[in-house]
């Protein structure tokens, strides 16, 4: 509870911006979301956050085993966005791009659509603005199912924007 009165005060102080969600386009073949949150950090120090301590501040109720799973990001290509718990394991996304402090891009169905058989591409990109630095995600999904994906795309954009909220969070706690 004193974590989240102190993350309230923040936001009330405008020392951290809560995410900003937009459904960008959606289709009943996908969709496109997308989130943005300004971060009191320079670009360094939000990319290290982003993918070295991802299992800190991506939320457990979004992972396959909860309270039980760690979360890893090896950030080369071909590395893994990936889930463990004990023999239990998850390969959320995999990295196709890295170009660090600027932009991380995974490719895989996320959560629910991995085992729909849908494809995604997520985009992580940092900006300079100012002292701050600017996170962008982007997640484009699509592929076959007999579901009409534009219905899922509100869904999948709260939930990113639950995740960025996260990281958000996690800069703004004392180091």
């Known amino acids: 509870m004193r974590y989240a009165s102190g993350c309230i005060a923040l936001l009330a102080l405008g020392l951290v ?15 496109t979301v997308e989130n943005s949150a ?7 120090e939000v990319w290290r956050a982003m993918t070295a301590d991802v299992d800190h501040w991506w939320p ?12 890893s ?13 004990g023999e239990q394991q998850a390969q959320h996304l995999e990295v196709v791009f890295v ?13 629910p659509m991995q085992g729909m058989g849908l494809h995604g591409m997520a985009e992580w990109t940092l ?28 869904v999948v954009d709260k939930v990113q924007a639950q995740q960025l909220n996260g990281l958000v969070e996690w800069m703004a706690r004392p180091r």
């Open 38 to 44: 300004l971060i009191h950090s320079p670009a360094a």
């Open 17 to 31: 911006a809560p995410a900003q969600a937009e459904i960008r386009d959606r289709t009943p073949g996908g969709f």
């Open 73 to 85: 990001i090896e950030t080369r290509a071909g590395g893994c966005f990936c889930e463990m718990a």
């Open 99 to 111: 170009d660090p402090r600027k932009t991380l891009r995974m490719s895989g169905g996320l959560g």
């Open 127 to 154: 900006s300079a603005e100012g002292n701050t630095t600017r996170v962008t995600w982007r997640y484009r999904a699509g592929g076959y199912t007999p579901d009409d994906l534009s219905g899922i795309a509100p």
């Open 60 to 71: 457990k109720d979004h992972t396959w085993w909860g309270a039980a799973s760690t979360l």
